[in-house]
């Protein structure tokens, strides 16, 4: 696979401007209900739908493991990735608890888990047993790095073809904000010490470790910022190609898509840089409390709808937001206007 990227259309321009005329005629005084309006507006665009729908909405999890945890960058082990990923089928997670709240399709995907797992409740696609330790040598090689994008475009496809009509991308492996952190340094050139935080609550020295083993696999990397592919295989992650994947092919199917914090906002920036064309069809859902997200979201031009501090990953954050997309779409279909209503529609005088 040389081509990363499907062909993605361009938003639907007429349809958008048609509901954001119908809006004005909804029983409420004209741009009253303030970025929900301009919710409902995008998603008409994207979906070519005057009347969009969003349910039932798709969660993927991507897992995978990390070379880098040898060197000490998180509080928790790399054995913890496979043990999430258990929790996960076992339907114990935050995200589990989440995706059911909103009754979203979940799956969960190796794409390079290093350990065992269990043997039913996981779609095996693994593309290798984890990255290489990028401090020590690239992550992956391109190829590899194109295989796990195709995971994520296989991922959108089953998505799609399930007749779900948003896909939230989520993730889960242990040092992924190192790897993810990487990434968004080579491709921003923003210094280190603004990007990383605390990730699964490293603080003092080992957060100064941190930063300083990131900054030195830059150096030794060299990673060309013009190049996103090159740069996704030498500092980043499976699951995040993966990511990557499931963001372009879902767009070329016209599926809206929303977007969680910190390594996901990595995952669509490099993504972005991959197909532009992308970009319109991303929907920011929240704001992490990861220092480095505020550079991500600035490169993409991007406000996202919440901010609760959030930092777990799993796509919990974009599960949480997913309401709001609910509620824009039924402002639109159950909202009265003004004619059938009765209502005196004094604007118009």
Do not use: W
């Amino acid at each position: 696979m040389n081509d990363p990227a499907p062909s993605i259309a361009a938003p639907d321009a007429a349809c958008a401007e048609r509901v954001g005329r119908y809006l004005d005629t909804l029983t409420k005084p004209p741009g009253s209900l303030g970025r929900l309006e301009d919710l409902a507006v995008t998603l008409a665009g994207l979906t070519g739908e005057d009347f969009p729908v969003v349910t039932p909405p798709a969660v993927v999890v991507f897992a995978a493991d990390h070379g880098v945890a040898e060197e000490g960058v998180s509080a928790f082990p790399q054995a913890v990735t496979a043990q999430m990923v258990a929790n996960f089928v076992a339907g114990g997670a935050a995200i589990n608890v989440f995706s059911r709240r909103i009754g979203a399709r979940l799956e969960v995907v190796d794409v390079g888990v290093a350990s065992e797992l269990p043997a039913h409740g996981i779609v095996r696609d693994r593309v290798r047993p984890g990255t290489a330790n990028l401090a020590r040598e690239g992550a992956m090689s391109r190829d590899e790095a194109l295989a796990a994008i195709a995971v994520g475009r296989r991922a959108a496809r089953r998505a799609q073809a399930a007749v779900c009509r948003c896909l939230i991308a989520g993730e889960m492996g242990i040092a992924n904000t190192t790897a993810s952190s990487a990434m968004l340094a080579a491709l921003t050139g923003a210094p280190v010490s603004e990007l990383v935080g605390a990730g699964t609550g490293v603080a003092g020295d080992t957060l100064a470790h941190k930063r300083a083993v990131i900054e030195a696999a830059l150096l030794e990397r060299a990673p060309d910022p013009d190049d996103p592919l090159g740069v996704l295989a030498r500092l980043g992650g499976l699951e995040i190609a993966a990511m990557v994947g499931a963001y372009l092919e879902a767009a070329a199917h016209r599926l809206p898509i929303l977007v969680d914090g910190f390594i996901a906002t990595v995952a669509a920036l490099t993504a972005c840089r991959l197909e532009p064309a992308l970009r319109p069809y991303l929907i920011f859902a929240h704001r992490s409390h990861e220092p480095g997200h505020r550079v991500a979201l600035e490169a993409l031009g991007a406000e996202p709808l919440l901010d609760l501090e959030l930092r777990l990953g799993e796509g919990s954050g974009a599960v949480l937001a997913f309401p709001l997309l609910e509620a824009a779409t039924a402002m639109l279909a159950e909202m009265a206007t003004f004619a059938t209503a009765g209502v005196d529609d004094r604007e118009a005088r």
